[in-house]
Each structure stands twice: as structure tokens, then as C-alpha cells.
């Protein structure tokens, strides 16, 4: 006798291919969305990251103005021009980290494996497609 075809296989064996399958996939689809998740936590964590660096960067800015302040009122125009030259470059850097770091965190929300759910309703629309072929 010989063995069956892919076409000829009993019922049950078709059965325990179909559960092995959908473990398989299942597996694949959460380590998909945990992947994802590590993903978008990295860049949510690197624009939280640049947050606090405007604004220990702003805090500078505010010394640094405060020490123009005081120069203005002590001394001539060359003290507290540089000092408000140093203010103006450091609050313009800190305006940037703040955006960069804006930008980071919107690209990392909404915190959902956006991907891996669109990939498992494409693997259930095959899926329902399929079984009404046979």
C-alpha cells in the first residue's frame, strides 16, 4: 500500500496539521507584538530622554539670562552681550532637543502592536477564506 498523498490524508491527521499550524502562528504573532512593543517602549524612552534634556538645557538658559541681567546693570555692553549670546544658543538647543523629543514620543503612540494586530486579522481573513474554498 502506498503512503497517502497531501490530497489523501485522513481527516484527523488534517485536523492535528491545522492545530499544529495555529499554535505555530499564534506564536508567531505574539512574539511579533512583543517585539513591537520593545520596539515603540525604545523610542517612547528616548524622547522622554530628550524631554529632560531641554530642560535641564532651558535651566541653563534662565542662569545664563540671569547672569546677563545682573552684567547689564554692573558692568558695560561687552559683559552681558556675551552672556545673552550664551542664553540665546542655549535656550535655541533646548527648543530643538524639545521638538526632537516631541517627535519621538508621538511616533511611539498608541502603545499597540499596530502591526501584528493588522498581520493576525490578515492570517483570520485567510484563514475564513480558505476554509470556504473546500
Known amino acids: ?3 497517502p498523498t497531501q490530497d489523501e ?7 492535528q ?6 499554535a505555530t502562528l499564534v506564536r ?3 512574539r511579533l507584538a512583543q517585539l513591537e512593543m520593545q520596539q515603540k517602549g525604545k523610542k517612547a524612552g528616548i524622547g522622554l530622554g530628550l524631554f529632560g ?6 535651566f541653563y538658559g534662565v542662569g545664563a539670562l540671569t547672569a546677563a541681567a545682573i552684567l547689564a546693570l554692573a558692568t558695560t555692553l561687552d559683559g552681558w552681550l556675551a552672556a545673552l549670546v550664551v542664553a540665546v544658543v542655549l535656550l535655541a538647543l533646548a527648543g530643538i532637543a524639545a521638538l526632537v523629543g516631541k517627535k519621538e514620543v508621538t511616533d511611539a503612540v498608541p502603545p499597540v502592536p499596530q502591526d501584528a494586530i493588522g498581520s493576525t486579522q490578515r492570517d483570520v481573513q485567510e484563514i475564513k477564506d480558505r476554509s470556504g474554498r473546500a
Not at 17 to 22: A, I, K, R, V
Not at 53 to 58: C, N
Request: charged fraction near 10%; proline fraction near 4%; charge should be negative.
Open 1 to 3: 500500500m502506498a503512503s
Open 9 to 15: 490524508r485522513p481527516v484527523a491527521q488534517l485536523v
Open 17 to 22: 496539521d491545522l492545530s499544529q499550524q495555529t
Open 28 to 30: 508567531q504573532e505574539l
Open 53 to 58: 534634556g531641554a530642560g535641564v538645557i532651558a
